[in-house]
């Protein structure tokens, strides 16, 4: 089956840039997306179509797919910004997710 | 604006079923699929299954074939997510999503899953 690989963990600093990545068979021959979670709450859609940003979503968060690797960066991450994020892609017909990396801001 | 209302928490012995409802709200029920994701306690997401409501058919993840059926009924906006022989590991929060599925000339385009339930709280225990 289809598996996506996240770094468990990140951490930026305040203002600087954050770089998340996820791997996967060909990933670059698929769509991305990417999600927000933080504690207790549900998932929010951050990146569609590998670089895709919803209304609403901050100009700060972009991403690209390419080869074997996807990559959601945060540019002058915030505080606010703290949480877990999750990739997703579909292998024909199939969902799948990325185990999730957790992004502290410190 | 478009809304997903999940039916409250349940507690299951194992061996047991558990059915999930998601009503949804503010937008046309047959024009968006509708995931099934559930996330184990500390873990990350996992995939269970999609459904499309305008004609009902299904895709399950191979790990959970045989034990998920996933229903609708357009009369009333909602999905289901039925899931049989619960296990301990099947503790989980389940949440149904929403997204926008086009195809063009034989390429599916996917707009990401952009609205969510607030989650189902399932315990399964012996």
């Known amino acids: 089956s289809y598996e996506l690989t996240q770094p468990p963990s990140v951490s930026v600093s305040p203002g600087q840039t954050a770089s998340i990545t996820c791997s996967g068979e060909?990933?670059?021959?698929?769509?991305a997306s990417w999600y927000q979670q933080k504690s207790g709450q549900s998932p929010v859609l951050v990146i569609y179509?590998?670089?895709m940003r919803p209304s609403g979503i901050p100009e700060r968060f972009s991403g690209s797919n390419s080869g074997n690797t996807a990559t959601l960066t945060i540019s002058g991450a915030q505080a606010t910004d703290e949480a877990d994020y999750h990739c997703?892609?579909?292998?024909?017909?199939?969902?799948?997710f990325g185990g999730g990396t957790k992004l502290t801001v410190l | 604006q478009a809304q997903l209302v999940q039916s409250g928490a349940e507690v299951k012995k194992t061996g047991a079923s558990v059915k999930v409802s998601c009503k949804a709200s503010g937008y046309t029920f047959t024009t968006y699929y509708m995931h099934w994701v559930r996330q184990a306690p500390g873990q990350g997401l996992e995939w269970m299954g999609i459904?499309?409501?305008?004609?009902?058919?299904?895709s399950y993840t191979q790990k959970l074939q045989g034990r998920i059926t996933m229903t609708r009924a357009t009369s009333t906006s909602t999905v289901y997510m039925e899931l049989s022989s619960l296990r301990s590991e099947d503790t989980a929060v389940y949440y149904c999503?929403?997204?926008?599925?086009?195809?063009?000339?034989?390429?599916?385009?996917?707009?990401?899953?952009?609205?969510w339930g607030q989650g189902t709280t399932v315990t399964v225990s012996s």
């Open positions: 179509q590998n670089n």
């Open positions: 997703q892609a579909w292998d024909t017909s199939t969902g799948v």
């Open positions: 459904i499309n409501p305008s004609g009902g058919s299904t």
């Open positions: 060909n990933l670059g021959d698929k769509f």
């Open positions: 999503a929403r997204e926008s599925i086009v195809s063009k000339r034989g390429t599916n385009y996917y707009y990401g899953i952009d609205v």
